[in-house]
């Protein structure tokens, strides 16, 4: 076993503090990743929490990471020391389903294993990246292409798959309108990427104090959902509406943005349940959906597709001894766009 320092959680409402846990034995198939950053997301503060249900207390959050190979076991043919490697918000997986099987280990039937809050394996809790090292299957490491820095990068395992996997499955590209609900740590990617894809993107947003920044980052028009006008004005344009925010929504009022055969795809996790009438959907053919993260073969892509087109995480690196500092301004959503832990800090 390795011992390693890390930031965690003991309770749901302590500050997350120093300690350090154990990292299993290599095994043949696994990788060890001296971690060099670790993004903070909205989800790691809805779990260290306990928004989200019971959780196994001392809880070391983080599911956003990019580091250094530094060891790998006897039979990893994937990776070799020294590579640039990420991780994201799994693990490991069953490997046997047809999800699985077909490179969408994010459905696993039997359930995917968490990067944090989950059970391994070997029977032990799985604790995530604000630490030092981890020790992952190679199965679950992506390839951090050359391209992109290690601390711009760390937030495209979170927030650049869960907005490049709807934008790819729904078609954004040449010829098509896309909508971004929200310019936080989800909806800034969302707009990077869709405009790289070649749509036309327009970010709604509560208000325009953004604004400058959602047109630097690729939006083509950017419009105050605040304004009653806005709805009226947009009223069938779009061909997707990429709904990135957290709190509820008015889904009648954003799936009438929709032109026929539109969807306006969740991202974002509230936790209260949205209501729907079922006429905003079948008078013109419209979808409501919902999007995850994606599986380990499309989360590499996008890695590759980030690459090539130039496209890192808007971030503000910090100390260890800031993160707590970091939660109550995520929550305040006061931070453009993400915050990367620096986890030299931690040793």
Not at 42 to 49: C, E, G, N, P, Q
Not at 104 to 130: L, R, S
Not at 297 to 321: N, P
Request: aromatic share 6%.
């Amino acid at each position: 076993m390795l011992t390693v320092n890390a930031y965690a959680a003991t309770s749901p409402t302590a500050p997350l503090a120093p300690t350090t846990i154990e990292r299993r034995d290599l095994g043949p198939h696994d990788v060890l990743i001296e971690i060099k950053y670790a993004g903070i997301c909205h989800s790691d503060i809805h779990t260290a929490r306990g928004d989200w249900g019971p959780v196994t207390y001392p809880l070391v959050t983080g599911h956003e990471i990019a580091g250094i190979v530094t060891k790998v076991g006897t039979e990893v043919t994937k990776h070799a020391v020294g590579d640039r490697v990420g991780v994201g918000c799994m693990v490991d997986s069953c490997g046997e389903c047809r999800y699985c099987q077909g490179g969408q280990e994010q459905f696993c039937i039997k359930g995917n294993i968490g990067t944090y809050g989950a059970t391994g394996k070997d029977g032990q809790p799985t604790q995530g990246g604000y630490s030092t090292h981890i020790v992952v299957t190679q199965d679950f490491v992506l390839h951090i292409p050359d391209g992109l820095d290690l601390d711009v990068a760390a937030p495209l395992l979170c927030a650049g798959i869960t907005t490049y996997s709807p934008l790819n499955r729904w078609g954004a590209g040449p010829g098509k309108k896309v909508a971004v609900v929200g310019l936080g740590g989800l909806g800034h990617m969302g707009v990077k990427i869709a405009h790289a894809m070649g749509a036309e993107v327009t970010v709604l947003s509560q208000s325009l104090k953004k604004q400058e920044d959602g047109l630097r980052l690729g939006a083509d028009h950017y419009y105050a959902t605040s304004n009653p006008e806005t709805f009226e004005k947009l009223a069938g344009s779009f061909d997707l509406v990429l709904n990135t925010v957290s709190a509820a929504i008015d889904v009648d009022a954003y799936l009438s943005l929709l032109a026929v055969d539109g969807a306006l795809v969740n991202v974002g996790a509230p936790p209260e349940p949205l209501s729907v009438n079922v006429f905003s959907l079948i008078l013109a053919r419209r979808s409501f959906a919902g999007s995850m993260i994606g599986g380990i073969r499309e989360t590499q892509e996008m890695l590759d597709f980030c690459a090539a087109h130039h496209l890192g995480a808007e971030i503000e690196v910090i100390g260890a001894d800031q993160i707590n500092e970091a939660y109550e301004r995520v929550l305040a959503s006061d931070v453009r766009y993400r915050f990367v832990i620096d986890t030299s800090t931690l040793s």
